[in-house]
RNA sequence: GCGCCCGUAGCUCAGGGGACAGAGCGAGUGCCUUCUAAGCACUUGGUCGCAGGUUCAAAUCCUGCCGGGCGCACCA
């Protein structure tokens, strides 16, 4: 277990035997050990006096008193390394530890050799995050991106706080969507060959297509089936989104395809045991799902007048699939546009008696971009839209990946292209990624000064005292619980905000504490402190999918 | 009308039960003969949308309202 954590758990022991003995007819309530923002209130501060108050019909900070005088003194106190107790404000018991007490975070960084960030609350549960999965009908965009800056992130938090998460694309490549693609490219071979642009209704106006329609024409037959026309589409699409993606640091594990779902039969299986199970209606000549007997708005139908199945019911099959797959959770990222589509979804699979409740769908709200101050308008009709590889083109994927993963997933995010781009201080990629360069830079002239990095074990118990040096090491501290968290409340962003309080605390330990030229034991507790830094900024920053250069 | 998300500093946003609410940008002032100034230190700026409720404790949880975004097809 990671040294806070361990500490964490033992101040609880300490403090829940203290409370016991001093108020040994009282049941002991929930209470937190927890770090206080304030350094003034000491390393730990527990809340426990105030949660016993009304119980012990004591005043909150007479409980606390009573307490304090418990616990052990220095003398016993093996298992936890505390310094002194206070009593402070409506009642908080505030614990200083004995300097020293952070220095284990040096070896753990060490031992763990880029998995210090592990921890195992995940308990290797298996979790398939569904991500992107744009329609195959076009270029990715900025939206797209952010999905993908978030799902990618969001698997590598899961897997480092000791899930097994793998990530899933899934293809749109059938239906009515995908016929009027084939037909938007027929449109563009005739067009072609001097015939007039007659694109069908609701087609692909976009010039992505007339590459693909010069390729199309040289070998097909003009006489082809519509099915081919969009086949060739989409397979060429779905290429360029892989590269895209892959350019962008995202590559998926894995790719379903509508298609494949159809081909297996799997709707009509799905509508047949909605049926048996008498969840549906027939009315007006269509089959219905009478999805409001599972909490959504309205029914909604199935099977069309045609014949034809609605989008839902591929959707509800592949959604039954994975279940199928023996995932133990699920979680689909899904555009905010299209969470109209999740009551009925769900419906359907309560219906088939699967367990929704391990279905998590995470929306992904807009992005506007903003230039010059000015927001982007952008518009497919309007020509002015712009894809995910004009966007990279211009801000680059590390700070695009930085920015998307500022911001929670659930808020409407404006994206200051011109800060993004800037190469300057107020960056805060550049803020980052500077810090782990500077330590690079440390590093290397330690090492041509003739300084060696040294063993964990050898660096005295008093080495490190300086705030700054605390600081430091307290931020490295909790990057695992901070991981656990972002992976628990499957919100990647949390890891960015982290890594700028780390960066913030090596800049300020950098500048108030020299290296190279210090006496021999502090050069060199100095010089193993900064390697573990950057080893923790390495992983942060993996974790996020931003490069760490070594200069900049 | 119904549903989902969001209202925190001039702007963009963190913080999602604890003690005087934070960052970046913007505005202003200092600091490079010593390990990268893409840095550091300081100043400026907020009835945490409003009103109730729960709690020892609410920006944080609950309810209602107000404001903004997006959905509400036998399109996908």
Redesign the pocket.
Known sequence: MAILAQIQQKARDSLAAAAAAAFPNVTL?A??V?R???G???DL?C?LA??M??VARRP?RQVAEAIVAQLPGPAAAAALPLGRAEV?????I?LFLRPGWLLPVLGEVRTAHGAYARSAVGGGRRVLVEFVSA?PTGPLNVVNCRAAAFGDALVRCLNAAGWRAESEYYV?D?????R?LGESLRARVVELQGGELELPE?GYPGEYLIPLAEEFATAHPTDAPVEEYARFAVQRILLQQKESLARFGVVFQHYAH?SRIRELGEPQRVVAALRAAGHTFE????L?LRSTAFGD??D??LV???G?????V?DIAYHAEKFGRGYDVLIDVL?????????SVRAGLEGLGLPVDRLEVL?N??V?L?RG?ETVRMSKRGGTFISMDEFLDEVGTDAARFFFL???I???????ID?ATR??????V??V???H??I???L???AEAGLAVPAPSEVAGDALQHPAEAALMLAMAELPEEVR?AAE?R?P??V??YA?VL??RF????????????AAPTAAA?LLLAEAARAVLVETLGLLGVSA????
């Open positions: 309530p209470f937190v927890q206080p923002r304030e003034a209130h000491g501060a809340n105030m949660a108050a009304s909150p402070a404000g409506p009642g908080f505030n329609n749109n059938a239906g009515g969507q995908f009027r609701g509508e009315r007006d000549g269509a219905w708005n309205d909604r139908v069309k007048r045609d034809e199945f609605t989008y839902r591929p555009g905010q546009d299209h969470h109209g589509d999740v009551a929306l709200q807009l506007r903003v101050g500022m911001r929670t659930d808020t409407h995010m404006d994206f200051d800060l190469q300057a201080s107020e960056n805060p550049y803020y990624q500077y810090a360069a500077r690079c830079s440390l290397r002239q330690a968290a409340a919100a962003h949390r960015t905000t700028r960066a913030e800049h300020n330990f950098y500048v108030q504490c020299r290296v190279i030229g210090e100095r250069p070594e200069r900049m």
